[in-house]
């Protein structure tokens, strides 16, 4: 089968469609069908759908025999389907913010689930509104909340919030749908973001009792996208407008010892399934070239046929692209257990991973990057070392801004397993030496996976007898610290959490805060003693005024009440 690549639109406005073939040099021009599509005057819609947590290897049209996709393999049959699609970043908010921007995390500032873009980067839903579009989102989880930037020119911005949690596909398209509906005197775009195939995985009937989980995840996922793809067929929108369908990342399911996503940088998580489709627009077929997530806004721009836009990338369909290496990285075990972040480079054949101990992996000879072959490859490994580290210093940009969030919400993060209790922190001032490398110490991250899973079941012994220990094994870690205190608060035993407090409120950017946490979880058990300790460590650090007067009042109060420090009557509360 040929390799097309298409170029709709060069920056000029030449009316003309390439397709390249797999091995380069042959080029064929599809002369009538691109030159009616480009005289026509409609201007086109933009339909962005986002499959997070979704394995390019789960799907039909990627060769998963076993995956129930009809409508993603149906796109794919129509469109073109990019194999070798990468995120650069196995997180959901930087990687969406890649997608909308054209730049990587180094240079949009957002690296985890936390942090607000600036305001200053240009961003596809700003320049689409712009130019007379009308915008709408339709987000499945908090993990894409206003609070962090890219509601950007987004007329609608429809979030989850809680207690909501996430949304469901079949809510998420019936939002969709209904703001489609109304869209008939200017052109659209649609951004639609599907949650479901993401950790817990219980898929409705009857894909719950037909697939494994997390393929009936998918499968549930796809029947919603069918309405999307049925509802531009009925309204005869197909030819008038660019679909792309794309995963922000994958999913480890166990593979290299990992459960789910973000501590690793393996095929698993960072090869994701990427689909356009714009009927007599853009070419059927399936390119094997390596593309980035950072090409979509550039992409859009060349078959919207702008001459000037500002986004980072080259377009997807352009005749004359070659290959490029993949950048990716991980700072999630960082910001969560303060081990080294890591980075990556990939070519058609090679990964190279920087870490304490690096990794090259022989992508054709080893599909499942098992077998680290660095020592007999060290020319390979030095140049894409090299190149990694020049890629990493040319990176320039705004870091990320703090975010305040509820407690809610930063329970609902970490019941997602994303910490969800401390704004970015970007590693500087340390090497690669001075921390453990993720590798080794795996049995901590899934001891963390699994309590997270327990306790968002409410299985808090169970969750604490797997925390102990691992926390013990990674006494740095100021996640599984900050999960013994809150399984220590929660088990009516909070003065075992004070060495745990501690060790977090050590490590973490937003140390008052902290302490305060701690001071108010203490007053709640019935230790007043200990919670006023607390209140004055927290009036000692730079706070709001109004916070600290409130504080000080609480502190006058209960230093003038005396008495032992023990609890009252019904603070234990046990499961």
Request: hydrophobic share 40%.
């Amino acid at each position: 089968m040929r390799d097309p690549t298409t170029k709709c639109a060069s920056p000029r406005g030449r009316s003309r469609v390439r397709i390249f073939g797999a091995a380069g040099g042959v080029v064929l021009v599809l002369a009538a069908a691109a030159l009616l599509w480009r005289s026509r005057p409609e201007p086109i819609n933009v339909l962005l759908i986002t499959l997070d947590t979704t394995r390019a290897d789960r799907l039909g049209c990627y060769g998963y025999a076993r995956g129930e996709t009809p409508s993603l393999d149906r796109l794919a049959a129509e469109g073109v389907r990019f194999a070798q699609a990468f995120t650069p970043v196995p997180l959901t908010l930087p990687a969406h913010a890649t997608m909308l921007t054209g730049l990587l995390p180094p240079e949009h500032g957002l690296r985890d689930n936390d942090g607000r873009m600036d305001a200053g980067i240009p961003i596809l839903s700003e320049a689409l509104r712009t130019r007379g579009y009308r915008t709408a989102a339709f987000l499945a989880s908090t993990v894409l909340d206003a609070r962090y930037g890219l509601d950007r020119g987004f007329e609608v911005y429809s979030e989850a919030r809680p207690p909501e949690k996430d949304i469901t596909a079949d809510d998420v398209c019936s939002r969709a749908l209904a703001w489609l509906a109304d869209q008939a005197n200017a052109p659209f775009f649609c951004w639609v973001h599907f949650y479901d195939p993401h950790d817990p995985y219980v898929p409705p009937e009857p894909y719950r009792s037909r697939h494994p989980p997390y393929d009936g995840e998918i499968a549930f996922m796809d029947r919603e996208i069918g309405r999307l793809l049925d509802f531009l067929e009925r309204r005869n929108l197909e030819r008038r407008t660019l679909v792309i369908a794309c995963g922000d990342h994958g999913e480890a399911l166990g593979q290299h010892d990992e459960l789910t996503h973000g501590l690793f940088l393996y095929g698993e998580t960072m090869r994701v399934p990427l689909i356009l489709r714009l009927s007599g627009g853009i070419p059927k077929g399936v390119s094997n070239r390596m593309v980035p997530l950072s090409d979509i806004p550039a992409t859009v721009a060349d078959v919207l046929r702008w001459r000037e836009h500002a986004f980072g990338g080259r377009s997807l369909l352009a005749p004359d692209r070659t290959d490029v290496r993949c950048y990716g990285e991980t700072l999630y075990s960082f910001n969560l257990h303060r081990w080294t972040p890591l980075y990556s480079l990939t070519t058609r054949r090679w990964k190279y991973i920087e870490a304490p101990e690096p990794e090259l992996y022989d992508r054709i000879a080893d599909a499942r990057e098992t077998s680290n072959v660095l020592q007999a490859n060290p020319v390979i490994a030095a140049d894409l070392r090299r190149e990694l580290e020049r890629r990493r210093n040319a990176m320039r940009g705004p870091a990320a801004h703090r975010v305040s969030i509820d407690r809610a919400t930063r329970e609902r993060l970490r019941s997602l397993g994303y910490g969800g209790s401390a704004p970015v922190a970007t590693p500087s001032g340390c090497s690669m030496t001075d921390l453990r490398d993720p590798k080794t110490v795996t049995a901590v991250h899934r001891a963390y996976d699994r309590a997270v899973g327990l306790m968002d079941r409410n299985r808090h012994r169970e969750a604490l007898a797997l925390v102990e220990p691992a926390a013990a094994a990674s006494p740095e870690s100021p996640a599984m610290n900050t999960m013994l205190t809150h399984l220590y608060f929660k088990l009516g035993t909070p003065l075992k959490a004070k060495p745990h407090i501690e060790v977090t409120a050590a490590t973490s950017p937003v140390k008052r805060l902290v302490l305060l946490e701690a001071a108010n979880g203490f007053l709640a058990k019935g230790f007043p003693g200990e919670a006023v300790a607390y209140y004055r460590r927290v009036l000692a650090l730079p706070g709001p005024p109004e916070q600290n007067a409130e504080i000080s009042a609480v502190v006058e109060r209960l230093s003038r009440k005396a008495g032992p420090t023990r609890p009252q009557p019904g603070s234990r509360d046990g499961e």
